[in-house]
């Protein structure tokens, strides 16, 4: 029992350790997550440049456009995740740690989370005001973005792992990545408009809540593999 | 996972395979009966697909059709089963046949389902009056060719093809965990944002006149992707073979 403990108290401060790292990195180059930001930001604002401005419409497609833009800004950030790591030879390091490497991988998630999928929920009710979502809808969008926005970080950082090093690896990371992120999309969006709709929420938000626990117990393990791939 | 403790001698078995040589002497004495035997499944099937078996009674010549889409759809299917599971054990047993197979079985899987989702595609223009509908099945199906086609890309895009092959068996685990997942989302969201135009037999029922073209035009298919992964393995092994020779002779050994 008291080796046991011992054990999770380690991979808790090795889990803490890494966490702390990467968000000062991110924090000593603030303009990284300011960009994912300002990404999903400006590619939501396209649509009704596209569809045009009919209010009506616009407040059916919110839930669907703040879902894709949001898919797309943490897609455009994950190439951050392992492959400045990898460049200067850090994630070798981490690799060779005496601990678990999927409990350093997981901390790496969390922390690009916090960098990347965090801020676009925090921006997600401007978008949402934009597009005049009715004001019913806001919690649920918050919740299941909540719910869906790590989910993101951990299935992406699964591909951001297995193309380490690959050529054309930004081209090849969407590919990979994006079928991955379809289950994500479909129930983040049924919530929405389940809840405008009056219709019960909690199924939708559950399954959200699923999926992030499945990804959160297999994601690091698997990014893991990848990455021992990698620096092997 | 819970094979890790198999007996001795299922192991032996496993990895009796893995020498090239001993595979490739067993391919060569398999794939001439196999080809002939997919010859045979294939033309007798088509026969009876397109000259025996009845048109249907709403759908007239374009179930015909429906002998080709069926077959490709399950052959789809059962490639990515046999791709995920050559995975596993390339990963957990580090079989070095298991990569190669997976490999081979990929573009060819990718192959069964864009054939399923064309003449799907086809047979929906006359019967749905739309190419393309956003159905569960259709959908799913379309996202299962995205995931082959992730496989290929990733496998191909190392300068070393075997951590190419590692990472596409990681990442074809991933897919499999997920391809109910999609399965699932896709069947809730269809239902929830239902369209008029939802495949629908009306008797679930085939006719035996119509069945028995379609069970020997699976199983031609079935002997038909054994046939190309065993001949895209062989190949595989053989270029290996090329380039070690050619090693050697530039070395002058």
Same mark, same amino acid.
């Given at each position: 029992m008291k080796e046991g403990g011992a054990v999770s108290a380690g991979m808790a401060a090795t889990f803490a350790h890494v966490l702390g790292r990467d968000l000062r990195l991110a924090l000593r180059q603030r303009g990284d997550a300011a960009l994912s930001v300002l990404f999903f930001v400006l590619a939501a604002s396209l649509f009704p440049f596209g569809v045009g401005a009919?209010?009506?419409?616009?407040?059916? %497609?919110?839930?669907?456009?703040?879902?894709?833009?949001?898919?797309? /800004?943490?897609?455009?950030? +994950?190439?951050?995740?392992?492959?400045?790591?990898?460049?200067?030879?850090?994630?070798?390091?981490?690799?060779?740690?005496?601990?678990? =490497?999927?409990?350093?991988?997981?901390?790496?998630?969390?922390?690009?989370?916090?960098? #990347?999928?965090?801020?676009?929920?925090?921006? /997600?009710?401007?978008? /949402?005001?934009?597009?005049?979502?009715?004001?019913?809808?806001?919690?649920?969008?918050?919740?299941?973005?909540?719910?869906? #926005?790590?989910? +993101?970080? +951990?299935?992406?950082?699964?591909?951001?792992? =297995?193309?380490?090093? /690959?050529?054309?690896?930004?081209?090849?990371?969407?590919?990979?990545? @994006?079928?991955?992120?379809?289950?994500? @999309? %479909?129930?983040?969006?049924?919530?929405?408009?389940?809840?405008?709709?009056? @219709?019960?929420?909690?199924?939708?938000?559950?399954?959200?809540?699923?999926?992030?626990?499945?990804?959160?117990?297999?994601?690091?393990?698997?990014?893991?593999?990848?990455?021992?791939?990698?620096?092997? | 996972m819970t094979d890790t403790a198999a007996p001795a001698q299922r192991r032996w078995n496993l990895h009796r395979w893995a020498n090239p040589g001993r595979f490739l002497r067993l391919a060569d004495a398999v794939l001439p009966?196999?080809?002939?035997? #997919?010859?045979?499944?294939?033309?007798?099937? =088509?026969?009876?697909?397109?000259?025996?078996?009845?048109?249907?009674?709403?759908?007239?010549?374009?179930?015909? %059709?429906?002998?080709?889409?069926?077959?490709?759809?399950?052959?789809?299917?059962?490639?990515? #089963?046999?791709?995920?599971a050559a995975s596993l054990v390339a990963l957990v047993w580090r079989h070095p046949l298991a990569d190669i197979a997976a490999h081979a079985a990929s573009p060819v899987g990718a192959a069964f389902t864009f054939l399923a989702l064309a003449t799907g595609s086809l047979w929906g223009k006359p019967m749905w009056g739309a190419w393309w509908v956003w159905d569960a099945r259709l959908t799913s199906m379309l996202v299962l060719f995205f995931l082959y086609l992730g496989h290929m890309a990733l496998a191909g895009a190392f300068e070393d093809p075997a951590r190419g092959r590692k990472a596409a068996a990681v990442l074809a685990l991933v897919g499999f965990v997920n391809v109910p997942v999609i399965k699932f989302s896709v069947d809730w969201w269809n239902t929830l944002h239902q369209t008029a135009s939802v495949m629908r037999f009306d008797d679930p029922a085939i006719h035996a006149s119509m069945l028995w073209p379609l069970l020997v035009m699976g199983i031609g298919f079935t002997a038909f992707f054994i046939t190309l992964v065993l001949v895209r393995m062989k190949a595989d092994l053989l270029a290996v073979r090329a380039r070690n020779l050619r090693a050697m002779r530039l070395r002058g050994d």
């Open positions: 009919n209010a009506e419409l616009l407040a059916r %497609i919110a839930p669907g456009v703040v879902w894709v833009t949001a898919l797309l /800004a943490v897609l455009l950030s +994950l190439d951050r995740l392992f492959e400045r790591d990898h460049l200067d030879g850090s994630l070798e390091l981490l690799a060779r740690a005496p601990a678990p =490497l999927g409990v350093i991988v997981a901390a790496k998630m969390a922390a690009h989370w916090l960098t #990347t999928g965090l801020p676009v929920v925090v921006a /997600a009710p401007i978008i /949402a005001g934009m597009y005049a979502l009715p004001p019913s809808g806001y919690p649920v969008l918050m919740m299941a973005m909540l719910l869906g #926005t790590p989910c +993101l970080s +951990l299935i992406g950082g699964v591909g951001a792992a =297995l193309t380490l090093g /690959a050529r054309r690896g930004g081209v090849l990371m969407p590919l990979v990545v @994006l079928p991955l992120y379809i289950p994500v @999309l %479909i129930f983040g969006v049924t919530a929405v408009d389940a809840s405008l709709a009056g @219709l019960p929420v909690r199924p939708h938000l559950m399954l959200l809540g699923a999926m992030l626990l499945g990804a959160a117990a297999l994601a690091p393990w698997a990014a893991a593999a990848g990455v021992r791939q990698a620096v092997a | 009966w196999l080809s002939a035997l #997919t010859a045979v499944l294939l033309a007798a099937g =088509l026969v009876g697909a397109l000259a025996v078996a009845p048109p249907d009674y709403q759908q007239g010549m374009s179930v015909k %059709i429906m002998y080709v889409h069926v077959p490709s759809a399950w052959l789809a299917l059962f490639a990515y #089963t046999a791709v995920a």
